[in-house]
């Protein structure tokens, strides 16, 4: 099945700690994003990412980074330094195709700081 | 992303009844997507309009792209219990090297 995964769905992390959220693509899409979603609120960018080897700061980017070593996977860190890391963070990507521009969601992690 | 605006911001419908929504923005899209999102998952594209004035249907939702390019139409006919979530639309502006702004939600709410 084509698609995106996160894993884990279910995240806890003491206060003081980074953490990885994974995730992968295997539908050949270029471009990939991190967002960040808080109760009853839109979404917000975090950081995106059109081809291997670039990313780009979106408008929340502070305590958080990014690698995009391969085309599929496109890990975000949660760092010390994100002042209220609890949220459901969601990954996408979509095709770099501006006559036919779609993103796709994965599933979301959902990360609790204790 | 900056932010599109949706409205309304909630509804409550009877079981049976049609839902209208819609999304606007001060810049001109190319593009609309419409999403649904359910509680704690990630949201599915519902679908994707790339013309000014196309009118598309996937099943008993229709989505219209508005001719001035910067509004966008939701509709649901006959809604069902399961058509409960938040509804977004969403879309790429010219020159904003690929980012998506994203409206701030439908949500939706389906009595029996």
């Known amino acids: 099945d084509g698609g995106i995964t996160q894993s884990p769905k279910y995240l806890f992390r003491k206060e003081g700690q980074n953490v990885t959220l994974s995730c992968e693509q295997n539908?050949?899409?270029?471009?990939m994003y991190w967002y960040r979603q808080d109760p009853g609120q839109g979404l917000r960018l975090i950081y995106y990412s059109q081809i291997v080897n670039d990313f780009q700061k979106g408008d929340i980017a502070e305590g958080y980074s990014v690698s995009r070593e391969k085309k599929e996977s496109f890990p975000l860190t949660v760092t010390s330094a994100q002042k209220n890391p609890t949220a459901f963070y969601l990954c996408?990507?979509?095709?770099?195709?501006?006559?036919?521009?779609?993103?796709?969601f994965g599933p979301g992690t959902r990360l609790t700081v204790l | 992303g900056q932010q599109l605006n949706q409205s309304p911001q909630s509804m409550f419908i009877q079981e049976g009844e049609d839902v209208s929504m819609n999304c606007t923005s001060s810049?001109?899209?190319?593009?609309w997507l419409w999403y649904k999102q359910d509680p704690g998952e990630g949201p599915v594209l519902l679908i994707a309009?790339?013309?000014?004035?196309e009118l598309t249907s996937n099943g008993r939702l229709t989505a219209q792209f508005g001719i001035t390019r910067k509004d966008s139409f939701l509709n649901i006919s006959a809604s069902i219990p399961s058509d409960v979530g938040i509804y977004f639309c969403a879309g790429p502006p010219p020159n904003t090297g690929n980012q998506f702004y994203f409206g701030t939600g439908t949500s939706l709410t389906v009595i029996p």
């Open positions: 810049s001109i899209f190319n593009t």
């Open positions: 996408a990507s979509s095709v770099s195709d501006r006559s036919t521009d779609t993103q796709y």
């Open positions: 309009l790339y013309k000014a004035g």
């Open positions: 539908l050949n899409h270029d471009a």
